[in-house]
């Protein structure tokens, strides 16, 4: 394990006690030279922060992951296109959150889903706001998620051994244009409708499983009022679901294998031979 | 890449990476600003743009032109690139799922040891032809309305019937204007050769492969009419749409 886990840098490993310390608290301490009541209440304060994480730590043997994930080299070259990654992550945290108050709103019943869109919207404090960062985030996460996907693309990231890790990702797209489809209705005003019954259609003419693939969506043989609460789980709980258990295998395998350098660099031979020696 | 070249791969990475800086706090200060603009992104786009909401849906109207979230707009302009009916199906699912099993399988087709952009000619012609095609159907699509839409200036009273004709399918045969395809006689100067009875007579009873409208007329007879005003004013010399506004407005407000 300690081959694996890369030391602590120096500014984070603790520090030896100045001489200074030492002679307070000897000061303090009672003529016995045991230490007194306040110094034992100072130093376990002091402690405190350090006792919890290695209470922690003894029960879950956390740290030395958690050290091998902060303190693992990223290769030479790691540039801001790099960043894009854990940007789509961000937005889609955004939209976790945005969604989780929309949903303290929102009522996916055929009869009261507008009513409730048009209140969160029109009467509920900072509605709104809310609901505008989670209809735009929706678009910036798209844009996030194909640049993501370019970077890999024109670093050849994809390539060994990564190729688990590009599938994983073009699943992670078709998940989150899946979020797209089925938020659109949820508003149910006449763009929402009609755009879902389009889309809807164009998935029955799929060959063989399209009419299945319909049926599912629709709930039924015609759009109905199941339609929307179906939508409405999927949207909330499958898809998501889905989408933060991929990111945590997109991101277990990208801390295990290392992100790529950018292919135009090469590696210095001569530190190279150096470390041979 | 052969067993060789994957072994060259991982010792020139791992010396790559023994040169690199710590993750944190180096790659963690990159990330953090980039969550901080793109969450600055998102909050400006939501007080700039806002959250609008339309009419309430109404499932009894056919009259209302689907938009969709525009980064399907590519999908939906594909069914209007591609004109005849018997290869739709290709647009909307064919040309999109064997455009995704290409993208899923691509580490499994191409093999090359090459990483470097610029000596992978054919993968970047490739993903360039791709985003260049996703980008000029998405900008086609942003420009123009549905595919379900007919792109054509009618008097105010013939609005209705023009949306109904749209969601009626009848552009699947028909051309209307520039919108439609061209498998049944186009229909963009048909008042000039049929009369309204001639046009409902045909919608009833045509010849095929154009299907009755017989379920129309008996279930929403409202529509039908419609329908057929439109499709009888569509004539080589239209009134031209702002002349005729007043007059409607007028004739409303008799009523
Ligand atoms: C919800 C969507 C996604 C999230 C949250 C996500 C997140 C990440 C993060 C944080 C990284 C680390 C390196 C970096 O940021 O560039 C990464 C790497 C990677 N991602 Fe994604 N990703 C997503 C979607 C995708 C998609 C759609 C693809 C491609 C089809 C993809 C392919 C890859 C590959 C190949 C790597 C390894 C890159 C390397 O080693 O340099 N990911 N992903």
Same mark, same amino acid.
């Given at each position: 394990m300690s081959k694996l886990t890369p030391p602590l840098p120096k500014f984070l490993r603790p520090a030896p006690p100045r001489p200074s310390e030492k002679e307070r608290s000897s000061d303090n301490g009672e003529p016995n030279g045991k230490p007194g009541r306040a110094d034992k209440l100072r130093e376990s304060a002091g402690e405190g922060g350090a006792q919890v994480v290695g209470w922690l730590d003894e029960r879950t043997g956390a740290s030395p992951f958690l050290r091998g994930a902060l303190y693992r080299k990223v290769p030479?070259?790691? @540039?801001?296109?790099?960043?894009l990654g854990s940007a789509t992550m961000f937005a889609f945290v955004s939209q976790a959150v945005t969604g989780v108050f929309l949903a303290m709103y929102y @009522?996916?019943?055929?009869?009261r889903a507008y009513e409730s869109a048009s209140h969160i919207t @029109?009467?509920?404090?900072?509605g709104e706001l809310v609901r505008g960062m989670h209809k735009w985030g929706s678009t910036v996460m798209i844009v996030l998620l194909f640049l993501h996907m370019a970077r890999t693309f024109v670093f050849g990231a994809y390539k060994y051994p990564r190729e688990l890790n590009w599938v994983i990702g073009v699943v992670l797209l078709v998940l989150t244009l899946a979020m797209g489809l089925t938020g659109y209705?949820?508003?149910?005003d006449q763009r929402s409708y009609w755009a879902t019954i389009v889309a809807v259609n164009l998935n029955a003419s799929?060959?063989?499983?399209g009419p299945f693939l319909a049926d599912f969506l629709r709930g039924g043989g015609e759009f109905s009022a199941t339609t929307i609460t179906r939508f409405y789980a999927l949207h909330m709980l499958l898809i998501p679901g889905l989408i933060a258990a991929l990111i945590g295998a997109h991101l277990y395998l990208v801390a295990k294998l290392g992100t790529t350098a950018p292919p135009w660099l090469r590696a210095e031979k001569k530190e190279l031979t150096k470390e041979e020696i | 890449m052969n067993a060789r070249e994957k072994e060259e791969y991982l010792r020139e990475y791992s010396i790559l990476k023994t040169q690199g800086k710590p993750f944190f706090p180096y790659a963690v200060f990159k990330d953090t600003a980039m969550a901080a603009i793109t969450l600055g992104v998102i909050i400006l786009m939501a007080v700039l743009l806002g959250a609008e909401l339309g009419p309430k849906a109404d499932?009894?109207?056919?009259t209302y032109s689907p938009r969709p979230e525009w980064y399907f707009f590519f999908l939906f302009e594909l069914l209007r690139v591609v004109k005849p009916p018997e290869l739709v199906f290709m647009a909307t699912l064919g040309i999109p799922t064997i455009w995704l099993m290409m993208l899923l399988l691509l580490p499994f087709y191409d093999?090359?040891?090459?990483?470097?952009p610029l000596k992978r000619p054919i993968a970047m012609i490739g993903a360039v032809a791709t985003v260049v095609g996703m980008a000029y159907l998405t900008i086609l699509g942003a420009v123009a309305g549905s595919p379900?839409?007919?792109?054509l200036e009618v008097a105010p009273r013939y609005e209705e019937g023009k949306l109904v004709t749209a969601s009626q399918g009848c552009l699947g045969c028909h051309k209307i204007g520039e919108s439609?395809?061209?498998?049944?006689?186009?229909?963009?100067?048909?008042g000039d050769r049929l009369g309204r009875d001639a046009i409902v007579r045909t919608l009833l009873n045509p010849t095929a492969p154009m299907p009755p409208y017989v379920d129309l007329q008996e279930e929403s007879p409202e529509q039908f009419e419609q329908l057929v005003g439109f499709v009888a004013s569509?004539?080589?010399?239209?009134?031209?749409?702002e002349e005729s506004e007043p007059a409607e407005q007028a004739s409303a407000e008799q009523k």
């Open positions: 030479k070259g790691t @540039n801001w296109f790099y960043t @009522n996916p019943d055929a009869t @029109n009467e509920v404090f900072l209705l949820l508003p149910f799929a060959p063989l499983i | 499932p009894t109207t056919t093999l090359g040891p090459e990483r470097h379900a839409v007919i792109e439609g395809n061209t498998l049944g006689p186009n229909l963009t100067h048909i569509l004539k080589e010399e239209m009134p031209p749409p």
